[in-house]
């Protein structure tokens, strides 16, 4: 075997030394390659939502999308803009509002169980229609907007520009109508701000509520069934369904002590938003996410 002459052997560790701050380099690549590939892996064949944002509501990190630009129908999502807009024209909680013949569902013929002739206060309206998605307590409250209906889905449009909510249009304040439209992103705006309203925070995470109609009480439920489990500490969340938009869920919680905020859109299937909560939460816990998380 040859002996390898001095400058061909210097040429070589010259070689070497241009070639080791890639060789260095490569690990943090490939790191990075790795995060992202947990990132991507951890969901797209488990989270079945055909449109889905999860943010680190602290920092507003994307975490997580899929078809989040999509501008899809949001049922009673849109509830949480109604609420917002109620709350900021600063209107008299405590009024007292009587559900009428032009709070009753034209558009799906949903059933109610508020019935036409309650009074109930401007309150206990908001709480019902945010707890239980009651489509005549929100309707109840645009109408007493001052203007009416029109001038309160005006105002409802106002406030998504403001908030830079581009793709977001109100026809009315229910959701029960699917021109109704938004996107995921849309819709983490929207989220972020309402966690601002203590009584949406408090309205949306109750158990049960009950009302007085005449001389009966009647007891509504949060149509979340997440905000009892234990395993969740949910600071808002508001759900929605119309056959147009599928099963929709917004949801603030906190996982780890931070906040994360979740869309979920169009959803085939009754449980698929609360199981894929449930799986991004538990990726978020997971091992996986904390050693890819820099």
């Not at 920092?59 to 078809?67: C, D, M, P, T």
């Not at 109508?177 to 309402?194: F, G, M, R, Y």
């Not at 808002?236 to 905020?261: F, H, N, W």
Request: glycine share 4%.
């Amino acid at each position: 075997m040859r002996a390898v002459t001095a400058p061909r052997a210097a040429r070589a560790l010259l070689l070497c030394a241009l070639a080791l701050p890639l060789v260095i380099a490569l690990p943090a690549q490939a790191a990075k390659r790795s995060r992202a590939g947990v990132a991507s892996a951890a969901h797209p064949a488990a989270l079945h939502s055909n449109s889905v944002l999860i943010l680190d509501a602290s920092g507003k990190q994307v975490l997580y999308e899929k078809n989040a630009e999509a501008v899809v129908p949001i049922a009673s999502l849109t509830k949480l803009m109604t609420a917002l807009v109620v709350l900021e024209a600063r209107q008299d909680m405590e009024e007292a509002l009587a559900v009428t013949d032009l709070d009753v569902d034209q558009v799906k013929h949903a059933a109610s169980r508020l019935r036409v002739g309650t009074v109930l206060s401007r309150a206990d309206l908001l709480h019902i229609a945010l707890m239980s998605s009651e489509n005549r307590a929100a309707s109840a409250l645009g109408r007493n907007y001052p203007g009416g209906t029109a001038a309160f889905v005006a105002a409802m449009n106002r406030r998504a520009a403001a908030l830079g909510m581009l793709h977001t249009r109100y026809v009315e304040p229910t959701g029960l109508s699917s021109e109704n439209v938004s996107s995921a992103q849309d819709l983490a705006k929207l989220l972020i701000e309402a966690q601002r309203q203590p009584l949406i925070r408090r309205f949306t995470t109750d158990h049960e509520y009950a009302i007085a109609q005449g001389r009966r009480s009647t007891t509504y439920h949060n149509s979340n069934h997440l905000v009892a489990s234990p395993a969740w500490d949910i600071i808002l969340q508001k759900t929605g369904y119309i056959s147009e938009a599928g099963r929709c869920m917004i949801l603030l919680a906190r996982i780890d002590g931070r906040p994360v905020a979740m869309i979920f859109l169009d959803s085939q299937g009754t449980l698929t938003r609360f199981a894929d909560a449930d799986r991004v939460r538990n990726w978020l816990t997971s091992k996986t996410y904390i050693a890819a998380t820099p």
